[in-house]
């Protein structure tokens, strides 16, 4: 499958908007969610479900399942090994300078670490205990090592009716407290002390329903042998108007409002919450959807962009690198975010988005020199393929 580098440049998008919206500066709160009420991750888990099952489905079609789940559990097994390493810079180092300059931002975030220390090293190993900003990854983890079960339901057309339809109901059960009671469940069986708080921001029964659509839609695509989005697929006229008029209606509410949709009326927010993904947020989420499908091909000006397709296609290395530079920020800068002056604020963030960058080119570079000649690829491929 060749690279589509309007989605390399989205998911390029998705990550500098997570590093304005980590970075503790006063940006964090204008930038956030700045197509309304959705936010950069939805946007990041779509895309990247959407690639695994372009990439991956693909491959089951040319090479068969058993290497499809091989090659996926493999590609898990490195995301889990990046969450691994960053779990072990939060607690050494990110600790250390934590604890010893008693430095709020930090001590909040690893308050369980602290009073816990070893059933938060073996708990966050088995991706039960998540700090915050740590919780995306094991997420990505879960959904990459299950998809190897799902996506062969995702190639057929009618198992994706089944598997949506199923994936919607899990969706429609985690409104109602479903994991809530899974973590009840959990927590009896393996005797574990990690509070509901500390097991992530995210609940997985309701974030796997943008998985699967995603990987369903990149499904679809390695149907297709390769092609754009077949017409079969596109929306018609009316559907696109109305998911406009929803974006433009999202996108006014929210900077017209603030980040809280309902001011006044807590009781509403479930509606827009982002961690359960409240139905109205779903809705917000569904049109954009929708909008940014029939205007795809206008993304080229975005594909153009300087760094986004690099960051794209490097996004495992470039999240890493922003969670180094953020959790390093915290420790330094986290108390006193409110006092900086706008200058140094957007120097923070300039400096953060040339790391990561950096660090982006560089895995770039190293990818491409331990890359087999074209040639020699292109004849194992002819081989394999030859094979089946």
């Keep these: 499958m060749t690279r589509q580098p309007e989605i390399d440049a989205l998911r390029g998008l998705m990550l500098v908007l997570m590093c304005v919206t980590h970075v503790p500066t006063r940006f964090a709160e204008w930038l956030g969610q700045p197509f309304g009420y959705v936010s950069a991750a939805e946007g990041f888990v779509f895309l990247s479900a959407y690639l695994v099952g372009a990439v991956y489905g693909s491959r089951a079609r040319r090479l068969g399942q058993a290497e499809m789940r091989k090659t996926l559990w493999r590609r898990a097994a490195v995301v889990y090994g990046c969450h691994v390493a960053m779990l072990g810079f939060l607690f050494s180092v990110i600790a250390w300078i934590g604890i010893r300059s008693e430095r709020q931002a930090i001590t909040n975030l690893i308050s369980f670490y602290i009073q816990e220390p070893w059933t938060a090293l073996w708990t ?89 659509l995603g990987l369903c839609l990149g499904a679809s695509r390695a149907r297709a042998t390769g092609a754009p989005v077949p017409a079969s697929h596109r929306s018609s006229r009316r559907t696109v108007a109305i998911a406009s008029l929803l974006v433009l209606a999202g996108l006014l ?134 094979r089946e």
């Design 124 to 212: 966050s190993l088995a991706l039960i205990y998540t700090p915050p900003l740590l919780d995306i990854l094991p997420m990505y983890v879960l959904f990459m090592a299950a998809s190897p079960f799902v996506l062969p339901l995702a190639l057929i057309p009618r198992g994706k009716i089944v598997l949506i339809a199923a994936s919607a109901s899990l969706w429609l059960a985690a409104q109602f407290g479903l994991h809530d009671a899974l973590y009840a469940l959990l927590a009896r069986s393996i005797h574990h002390r990690v509070p509901l708080n500390q097991t992530g921001a995210f609940d997985l029964t309701a974030w796997q329903f943008v998985w699967v």
């Design 253 to 386: 509410w929210r900077h017209a409002v603030g980040q809280t949709p309902f001011p006044g009326l807590p009781q509403l927010d479930f509606l827009f919450g982002k961690w359960h993904l409240g139905p109205l947020r779903m809705l917000n989420f569904f049109a954009l959807a929708v909008v940014l499908m029939h205007f795809g091909p206008r993304l080229a000006v975005l594909a153009r962009a300087p760094g986004l397709q690099l960051l794209g296609r490097q996004s495992l290395s470039a999240f890493c690198a922003h969670l180094v530079v953020v959790l390093v920020a915290l420790s330094v800068i986290g108390d006193k975010a409110d006092g900086l002056p706008v200058g140094i604020e957007l120097g923070v963030l300039a400096a953060t988005l040339l790391i990561v960058g950096f660090v982006a080119w560089i895995a770039s570079n190293n990818g491409r020199k331990n890359r087999p000649p074209q040639g020699i690829a292109l004849g194992v491929q002819v081989q394999a393929v030859s």
